[in-house]
């Protein structure tokens, strides 16, 4: 026979093995559920905190990833630009050869017709004159 003392009222009890064993039993299967619950809540925490952490480390990596992206972009727009505004340079160039081009033709032409034309005034002028002074 064993003797157990109370927790709360300090009284003691005898109980025969049997009814011994069965209570150190409860007693035993409490604490280790106690013991389990507070290992699992311990373990999930810690879970949860490295799924947080590696979370985070992969929103930061993802964060410069986007940041780089965003970089080579707006490299790839200034570059646009620059041949863009390359290009809309070069064709204004040319446009403006051509149309120097046309205006020195035009000029050319105008004073060929205009030395052309001189003469052929000259000729209905002295025409005239010959005509005038025959009647």
Do not use: W
């Not at 505004?85 to 040319?94: D, L, R, T, Y």
């Not at 403006?96 to 060929?112: M, N, R």
């Amino acid at each position: 026979m064993s003797e157990i003392r109370c927790p709360k009222c300090g009284q003691v009890f005898t109980v025969n093995e049997d009814d011994y064993a069965a209570i150190l039993n409860q007693v035993r299967t409490h604490e280790f559920e106690q013991e389990l619950n507070s290992r699992v809540a311990a373990a999930k925490e810690a879970d949860s905190k490295d799924a947080q952490l590696r979370l985070t480390q992969a929103v930061s990596e993802k964060e410069k990833e986007i940041a780089a992206l965003n970089e080579q972009l707006n490299n790839l727009k200034e570059s646009t630009a620059l041949e863009t505004n390359s290009k809309v340079a070069k064709s204004m160039i040319c446009n403006t050869f051509t149309v120097t081009g046309a205006i020195s033709s035009l000029c050319e032409k105008s004073s060929d017709f205009n030395t052309q034309k001189k003469p052929q005034k000259r000729i209905h002028s002295s025409t005239s004159q010959k005509a005038g002074l025959s009647l």
